[in-house]
């Protein structure tokens, strides 16, 4: 039986197979449906210069606006692909589970990304699980309405394909970091995490509010290979962690490591 998307009863909208309600809140998709009169509405500015105003137009209207907490499942990887999400407030993570039963994060998507095109262009399930890292807010259009919405609107067409292609492209360059050593990936993703730092006393100094079980999800090793690197990190002082500040002794040597 498939699950009504339009209710006039304040109950949260669920997005998942029948057989699934019965888990835990926590491990599906439920956005709450806004009352009448709701301001959520998506704009020019998070969604792209290449739409026109009418088809901004056209996907609020399509379009059903939700919430959810931190640390909440979106959908899960082999779910039925019912639609695709557009994240317009807070971060979420795209990940899936290896074959060693290991948890991979491939993005971490910000405001204005796309969530579930792939496979519901496909028609395919979910190809990962999103889950939320902060409170956010999503626009959820329904498959049949998207491909039709992409069908009739060459600049929504044009929009999606370019969500489209910066996926496959990080895919693409996840796949060819995994043949990197993990010191390489580990730097490589310690300069990422400087961008929004500062330099005190010739130290970068950024904020870095993960575990090294979270990092080595991010960069697919184990925690004992990240805890080792970062020791050998610390070792030629050249970074390391101490407690949620991340501390670069030496710029040019990170960099070095990234690029070896």
Partial sequence: MSTALITLEPRPLDFRPEIDRGAKGSAGCRLPLPGQGSSDKLTGNILSSILSDPSIQL?????????????TIIFHEGEKARGVYILYVGRANVLTTTIEGKT???????????????SVIAGTSYGFTAETIEPCRFAFIAREHFLKFVKEHSDGCLYFAHHLSRDCHSAYQMIRSMCNPVSKRLARFLISCCANGYVTEGIVRA?????????AQHIGCSRETVSRTFSDFKRKRVAELVGTTLLVHDRAALESLSAS
């Fill in 207 to 215: 904020k870095l509010v993960l575990t090294h079980e979270a990092i």
């Fill in 59 to 71: 996907i609020n209207q399509i379009a059903h606006f939700g919430r959810q907490p931190g640390h």
């Fill in 104 to 118: 991979l994060i491939l993005k971490t998507a910000v405001p204005g990304d796309v969530l579930g095109v792939t």
